[in-house]
């Protein structure tokens, strides 16, 4: 498909902490027109709001800069669209701003798109919680954020004032990438057919190393090569919303039906309804066909509908997470690790009056990934005992790991390296507003 009407975009990142040479590699050797990256999560945004409203931090990602600092170099003819910008794309867009000064890229121009925060646009009262029968006021004041997933349409105003780097909160992933398709091709966004390709090439780019192998390596039966070098996929998309996908040559990773399958399927409850803010897509009749080496084609989404309602994923305070752990070794390390764990629940219902349905425990070497094995005739020779428990009062959290700690005298003999952590928690809920009760605005920085 190297035609010259094809629009060449990579995934230079598939979440926050992702690796930041596979981006590099691919603004140097992809000669793309667009490179994504995608590094927002939903709790991701929920931290970044708590720590923008503690002054504990900026509210966006600051692996950004450091991402940007390689590529920006390089991207002269490419765009950069980011959601890094999290819960302060505004402080995001001028620090990149900066950043260009310090490279000598003084004609960069960098765009903000806000208008994703809506927690004070919700009635709490008719804002029913997703998989329940409660509400937002259910939660009261437990509630620290609320972002709306925005669609391609909040970026196009970026993209129109021919903004270089883009920089978004709370997006739906696959918008980043159906975006710049929407503005290089002129596509009508009444078009749904179109949306619907657009956002699979989004969807099945968005995650980076998933689509060349990263998480289809099962190193069983799932071979993959060059994993420590992974590189991360490219589409050439054409005007009519096919795509093929492949990544630059001499990277690991693979490229092929299977992995693309993979991808195609992540995350998704109905294949004939994956619902994204631009568009509702069908993948029910996607065709993927391998074209040569590393090479795939694909095509055949299709639009179902044009959601009038859009997901907004609202961080809430979930109390405080407490994990002790103590670890035994040698005969009978399971039975002492079962012996301190008994102590620890006759002490957390005895001494402390707390439940000791709110413990767990977890026995790192025998069971913590659950039982898919069972020890026969042999034990473990060595057991982590991982205790954990959850609360919204910190006195309590706090007391199961002082409790372990005080195992090393008190419990059962051979216990070891102790580590103990008390920390609060962020937990994500999900709502609905109407589409029309939201007004993403564009800040375009020179």
């Known amino acids: 498909m190297n035609t010259p009407d094809v629009f060449r975009i990579g995934a230079g990142s598939g979440f926050a902490g992702d690796r930041y040479e596979p981006a590099q590699i691919l603004a140097r ?6 490179l994504v990256f995608e590094c927002l999560a939903e709790r991701t945004i929920a931290l970044a709001q708590q720590e923008r409203h503690l002054k504990a931090g900026d509210g966006y990602d600051r692996r950004l800069l450091r991402r940007l600092r390689s590529t920006l170099p390089l991207a002269a003819g490419m ?4 959601n890094a910008g999290a819960a302060n794309p505004v402080a995001a867009a001028l620090a990149v701003r900066s950043l260009a000064k310090e490279l000598n890229l003084p004609s960069l121009r960098v765009a903000a798109v806000s208008g994703d925060d809506v927690l004070s646009l919700l009635n709490f009262s008719d804002s029913r919680i997703l998989g329940t029968e409660e509400t937002l006021a259910d939660i009261g004041d437990r509630v620290i954020s609320a972002n709306a997933y925005l669609g391609a349409d909040a970026i196009m105003g970026a993209l129109t004032a021919e903004a270089d780097v883009v920089i978004t909160g709370r997006v739906g992933d696959a918008a980043l990438f159906l975006a710049p398709l929407i503005h290089h091709f002129g596509w009508d966004q009444a078009d749904l057919e179109l949306m619907a390709k657009g956002t699979l090439v989004g969807h099945l780019l968005e995650c980076a190393g998933q689509l060349t192998g990263g998480y289809f390596a099962d190193g069983r039966t799932k071979e993959v090569e060059g994993l420590a070098s992974l590189g991360f996929p490219l589409a050439e998309v054409s005007p009519a919303g096919a795509a093929e996908y492949s990544k630059i040559d001499g990277t690991g990773g693979l490229i092929d039906r299977r992995t693309v399958l993979e991808q195609l399927l992540y995350e998704i409850d109905s294949p004939a309804a994956y619902i994204t803010p631009d568009v509702t897509v069908d993948l029910s009749a996607v065709n993927i066909t391998e074209t040569g080496p590393n090479r795939v084609h694909v095509d055949g989404a299709r639009a179902a509908d044009r959601p009038d309602q859009l997901k907004v994923s609202v961080g809430v305070r979930d109390g405080y997470l407490s994990v002790g752990e103590i670890i035994y070794s040698g005969p009978g390390a399971l039975k002492r690790a079962d012996m301190a764990a008994r102590i620890i629940t006759e002490r957390w219902k005895e001494v402390y009056g707390y439940s000791p349905a709110d413990l767990r425990a977890d026995y790192v070497g025998y069971n913590s990934t659950r039982s898919w094995w069972t020890p026969t005739d042999c ?5 982590r005992l991982r205790m954990s428990a959850t609360s919204l009062d910190q006195q309590q959290a706090s007391a199961l790991a002082e409790e372990v700690e005080a195992l090393y005298t008190n419990g059962p003999a051979g216990g070891g390296g102790v580590t103990a952590s008390v920390k609060q928690t962020i937990g994500v ?18």
Request: proline share 12%; charged share 20%; no cysteine.
């Open 79 to 82: 765009r950069i669209l980011t």
């Open 29 to 34: 050797h992809g000669n793309l027109q667009a």
């Open 429 to 446: 809920v999900s709502t609905m507003i109407p589409r029309e009760h939201v007004s993403p605005t564009v800040e375009v920085f020179e």
């Open 379 to 383: 034990e473990p020779p060595e057991v």
